[in-house]
Nanobody, 121 residues
Framework: QVQLVESGGGLVLPGGSLKLSCVAS????????MGWYRQAPGKQRELVAKISSSGRPTYADSVKGRFTISRDNALNTVYLQMNSLKPEDTAVYYC???????????????WGQGTQVTVSS
């Protein structure tokens, strides 16, 4: 069964750091673009960062310079290192996998269950 399992969320002080992880199972990980999205209460889900199958990252303007996405294909894992966290980063963070269309792979989106990140003093 295809599955994405996130971990690493929690409560952190403003200015602090967290590292999220997402482990994928039952997919050919190297053919998938991976992404992190977030959804705050009352808001739409938005893209935070994504990384292509070849490792090219893209970031939302709001997190550029603070967040880093990376992937380890040997471990079927994508990471999101979050530094200099702000209260407005508070949200449920979701891992996403989708076939990398730049290499001709088209699939439906796969979503994890989400992990809560709360930035508060």
């Amino acid at each position: 069964q295809v599955q994405l399992v996130e971990s690493g969320g929690g409560l952190v002080l403003p200015g602090g750091s967290l590292k999220l992880s997402c482990v994928a199972s039952e997919i050919i990980f190297g053919l998938y673009a991976m992404g992190w999205y977030r959804q705050a209460p009352g808001k739409q889900r938005e893209l935070v960062a994504k990384i292509s199958s070849s490792g090219r990252p893209t970031y939302a303007d709001s997190v550029k310079g603070r967040f880093t996405i990376s992937r380890d294909n040997a471990l079927n894992t994508v990471y999101l290192q979050m530094n200099s966290l702000k209260p407005e980063d508070t949200a449920v963070y979701y891992c996403n996998a989708v076939g990398d269309t730049t290499i001709g792979i088209r699939t439906n989106d796969i979503w994890g269950q989400g992990t809560q990140v709360t930035v508060s003093s």
